[in-house]
């Protein structure tokens, strides 16, 4: 039997992450198997993944080109130093994705995950600022109700408080602007007509601590893990302009958005608004080996490194696993299947429906709010006795009706491969409804 299969007999000694483990462990949700939009338990049972698993199997699952060039990098180079040695594959990989984003982010620096890639963007940001001679810029400014990764930095800036309450203070001198979410956007869809104003906050954090003291703002544009949070029209060219006026940099945190999530391939396309920098992860190997990346500026890139002479280390920074042959060969892999499939595109052409989809439960009484761009939809529900209880008791009757959400407290976050087809998306919303409809 293969190892994924077999059911150890303790599952005592793993301690799981953002997970109830009590709970959990007396009623275990395992997967055992997982083939383009369903997985399969350890019960047998089929579950559509409505969620890409967490944001990121936007190729759908058990992709073939992805398992053989994996298998190749494994057999041929399975690792080479990234510190003073390189492999081919980061180059090209790299020019690749330097072709995609927007404006001139030409520059891609390699991580494991979101939250590497958010506090390598914040440590890039603030050497930045340094070389530049304005080295006493160090206060980093975030936004509440953003979730930007669990490493200090991201926790730092984030603004989800169970996610900080036991950890102490997180850095210093960080500041938190308003979110964008205002009781008018209720039921709205896209992007909401009133709240551009709230990007003044960026302004007000300017008048009270001084400018020169503001390295970056660092915002999602589309808040995923909060609830999928909107920003209001003419929000993000706001802040633009106030970190330009102010020399502060502005980091999109694109981890869930990056490739083709919004219809586009980044957000930043979406909304029209280039940021000096774009945090990247899931999606970028489609999830299925560890991987994150961080596109630079030219000019970011272009100080930092002229600032150092050129036989020096430029950026005191990086992982034992920065762009490994595995992850590497994961990610172009994922491009090529991405541009045969046109997914973007395809995410594009389905958006509608999906939206469509999520406005249709507007009826149930259950249901305070509504919120989607792209294919990415979240519902919020009427709390039960505690924040959270009613969000467990659907996300498990979901999974045992043979549907996978991602859930947010009482929010429920829908953000299906892009692979999907309608009928996919009709057996998610059908789904939901059978279960929602008993609450
Ligand atoms: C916007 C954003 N930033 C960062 C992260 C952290 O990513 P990871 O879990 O890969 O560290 C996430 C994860 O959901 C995210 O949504």
Same mark, same amino acid.
């Given at each position: 039997m293969s190892t994924l299969k077999k059911i150890p007999n303790s599952l005592e000694q793993h301690w799981m992450p953002f997970t @109830?483990?009590?709970? #959990?462990?007396?009623?275990? =949700?395992?997967? &055992?198997g997982a083939k383009g939009m369903y997985y399969t338990t350890?019960?047998?049972? %089929?579950?559509?993944?409505?969620?890409?698993?967490?944001?990121?199997?936007?190729?759908?699952?058990?992709? =073939?080109?992805?398992?053989?060039?994996?298998?190749? @990098?494994?057999?041929?180079?399975?690792?080479?130093?990234?510190?003073? #040695?390189?492999?081919? &594959?980061?180059f090209e990989l790299s020019r690749r994705i330097a072709a995609l984003t927007?404006?001139? *982010?030409?520059?891609?620096?390699? %991580?494991?995950?979101?939250?590497?890639? &958010?506090?390598? @963007?914040?440590?890039?940001?603030?050497?930045?600022?340094?070389?530049?001679? /304005?080295?006493?810029? $160090? =206060?980093l400014v975030g936004r509440e109700r953003s979730y930007h990764g669990v490493n200090f930095g991201g926790m730092s800036v984030a603004g989800m408080v169970n996610n900080k309450k036991a950890f102490g203070l997180g850095l210093p001198g960080v500041v938190h602007m308003r979110h964008t979410m205002l009781p008018e956007h209720k039921f709205t869809l896209g992007q909401p007509e009133t709240g551009a104003e709230l990007a003044d906050d960026l302004q007000r954090m300017v008048d009270l601590h001084g400018a020169d003291s503001i390295a970056a703002?660092?915002?999602e544009p589309i808040a995923g893990s909060t609830g999928v949070l909107v920003p209001p029209k003419g929000y993000l060219e706001r802040l633009r302009k106030i970190c330009d006026q102010h020399h502060i940099l502005l980091i999109f945190d694109e981890v869930i958005t990056a490739f083709g999530r919004t219809g586009k391939q980044f957000a930043s396309d979406s909304f029209g608004v280039v940021p000096d920098m774009i945090t990247m992860a899931k999606a970028l190997t489609n999830g299925v080996v560890p991987m994150g990346a961080v596109a630079v500026?030219?000019?970011?890139?272009? $100080?930092? %490194?002229? @600032?150092?002479?050129?036989?020096?280390?430029?950026? #005191?920074?990086?992982?034992?696993?920065?762009?490994?042959? &595995?992850?590497?060969?994961a990610a172009l892999a994922t491009r090529d299947i991405f541009e045969k499939e046109q997914l973007v595109e395809r995410a594009a052409k389905m958006a509608p429906k999906f939206l469509e989809g999520l406005s249709s439960f507007k009826d149930l009484a259950i249901v305070t709010d509504i919120r989607g761009y792209g294919l990415l939809g979240g519902i919020d529900l009427a709390p039960m006795e505690a924040p959270g209880l009613r969000g467990l008791a659907v996300m498990q009757?979901?999974?045992?009706?043979?549907?996978?959400?991602k859930l947010t407290g009482d929010s429920v976050?829908?953000?299906?491969?892009?692979?999907? /087809?309608?009928?996919?998306?009709? /057996?998610? #919303?059908?789904?939901?409804?059978?279960? *929602?409809? %008993?609450?």
């Open positions: @109830a483990n009590r709970h #959990f462990k007396a009623n275990p =949700r395992l997967i &055992v350890h019960k047998g049972d %089929t579950v559509l993944d409505g969620s890409s698993g967490l944001f990121c199997v936007a190729a759908g699952h058990g992709r =073939r080109e992805i398992a053989d060039a994996v298998y190749e @990098a494994l057999t041929e180079l399975d690792y080479a130093p990234p510190f003073q #040695f390189g492999h081919p &594959v980061t927007p404006g001139d *982010l030409n520059y891609v620096f390699y %991580t494991n995950s979101g939250s590497e890639s &958010v506090d390598t @963007a914040l440590k890039i940001a603030l050497a930045y600022q340094r070389v530049r001679g /304005e080295g006493q810029r $160090t =206060r703002c660092i915002v500026s030219d000019n970011i890139y272009n $100080t930092i %490194t002229n @600032a150092a002479p050129e036989t020096a280390v430029e950026l #005191f920074h990086g992982y034992t696993y920065s762009g490994c042959p &595995v992850a590497a060969v009757q979901l999974y045992d009706a043979g549907l996978m959400v976050l829908i953000s299906p491969p892009l692979v999907s /087809e309608e009928q996919h998306l009709d /057996e998610i #919303f059908t789904k939901l409804r059978d279960v *929602l409809k %008993t609450h």
